[in-house]
């Protein structure tokens, strides 16, 4: 019994999946947080274009 603990507590695999798990957390958190920050700033650029538009008469 004690050399199943020995050995259950010396593997390392689950320890390298909780990592990439951790990893991939992290990145999928950065990507979220960058395209929200890029959806403003474009939503603020295409309602500028809109507004410099409006005037704008369609040629007949």
């Known amino acids: ?22 990893l991939a957390g992290l990145i999928a958190v950065a990507i979220v947080v960058t395209v929200t920050a890029l959806g403003t700033r474009l939503s603020a650029i295409f309602n500028i274009i809109t507004g410099s538009l409006a005037g704008v008469v369609a040629p007949a």
């Open 1 to 22: 019994m004690k050399n199943m603990i020995q050995k259950f507590l010396r593997e390392e695999d689950g320890v390298a999946a909780i990592e990439y798990g951790l």
